[in-house]
């Protein structure tokens, strides 16, 4: 897909997502971006209408296992409903898709009406009040890679009626959070279901080293994820609404201290045993799994905010 995507490429994408809707359908008024492994997100959407990215002029594929490859069109909540539209699976720039592509369905469900956009994704925990399980109504961001020239809003501006220098001390909706967190109250989840916090983006997919980990910490940052930051970026850019929900699916590996190789071996060298230590290593599968077991909360609750914005 070209980086420099134009009023042409966008007219061609809405109408064709726009052939595959009932009147109901066409406008949607919330966005939702599902996930690793939180495509559940639309189960219960009613009137649902899929439409494969591959059938959108623009759109490229998702490849990460956990991410389906498609746009679910529905109402949600109780009564008539609202129209809202998820993305079930999201592209990442580790996939090899350059930042515009990665947040081209973003400005397109802007065009196609949505205010709010609720983004969820799914991360590594550094802090250890947040244990694996809990839904992180996101506070702010930490992106390195934005401070670095990994920004998705560099370069030509998609159109002149957006800002140029974009403020992000906004950008996490305190509206939308507020909901976030009457939503849970009516849902009578646990207190400790939902917490706060501070997402940082990293390019991945490498998952951090310990020391790594540990910078991000002491950054002041409570989650880490690979995605979602870039989707921000163009929402805001777009006038949108967001509030980002983040399960943490695992701990982010930060021992206390490193055990020296060096004194290992003189204590071997000295008569003693010595087990060689084994780190933890997190991987995809456990990230799909946690996100498997909370999908039903977070759709609940999203549903829930949804109803009530
Ligand atoms: O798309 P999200 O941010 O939910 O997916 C996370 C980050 C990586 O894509 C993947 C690593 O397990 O899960």
């Known amino acids: 897909m070209p980086d420099n995507l134009t ?13 595959f809707l009932p009147d109901k359908l066409q406008n949607p008024l919330v966005g939702i971006v599902c996930g690793s ?9 009613k009137d649902k209408v899929i439409v494969p990215y591959e059938e959108i002029p623009g759109f490229a594929k998702s490849t990460v296992p956990g991410h389906r490859s498609a746009f679910a069109f529905g109402l949600l909540g109780s009564g008539t409903g609202v129209p809202v539209v998820a993305m079930l699976g999201r592209f990442h720039p580790y996939e090899g898709h350059s930042l515009s592509s990665v947040v081209y369905p973003i400005r397109v469900m802007a065009r196609l009406g949505v205010k709010n956009v609720i983004i969820t994704n ?21 992106a390195l890679p934005n401070l670095t020239g990994m920004n998705p809003l560099l370069g030509p501006q998609t159109s002149q009626d957006l800002p140029r220098f974009l403020p992000l001390s906004d950008a996490y909706s305190p509206t939308l959070r507020r909901l976030a967190f009457l939503a849970a109250h009516r849902l009578q989840l646990d207190d400790s279901a939902l917490a706060e916090g501070i997402y940082a983006w990293v390019s991945g997919p490498t998952y951090e080293t310990p020391a790594e980990g540990r910078l991000l910490r002491q950054a002041g940052a409570d989650v880490v994820g690979m995605s979602t930051v870039p989707e ?28 020296s190789m060096k004194e290992e071996v003189k204590a071997e060298l000295a008569g003693k045993k010595v087990e ?7 991987s995809h599968e456990e990230v799909l799994a946690v996100g498997k077991e909370k999908a039903g909360v977070l759709m609940k609750l999203v549903e829930s905010i949804v109803e009530s914005i």
């Open 122 to 142: 799914a991360s590594g925990s550094l802090n250890s009040a947040i244990p694996v399980g809990t839904i992180v109504v996101v506070q702010d961001h930490l």
């Open 232 to 259: 921000v970026l163009a929402a805001r850019e777009e006038g949108l609404n967001v509030m980002v929900l983040s399960l943490v699916t695992n701990f982010v590996v930060i021992p206390d201290r490193y055990r």
């Open 276 to 282: 060689l230590p084994v780190a933890q290593v997190v």
């Open 37 to 45: 492994g939180l495509s559940g997100l639309a189960d219960e959407f």
């Open 7 to 19: 009023k042409v490429n966008f007219q061609a994408s809405i109408n064709a997502i726009k052939s």
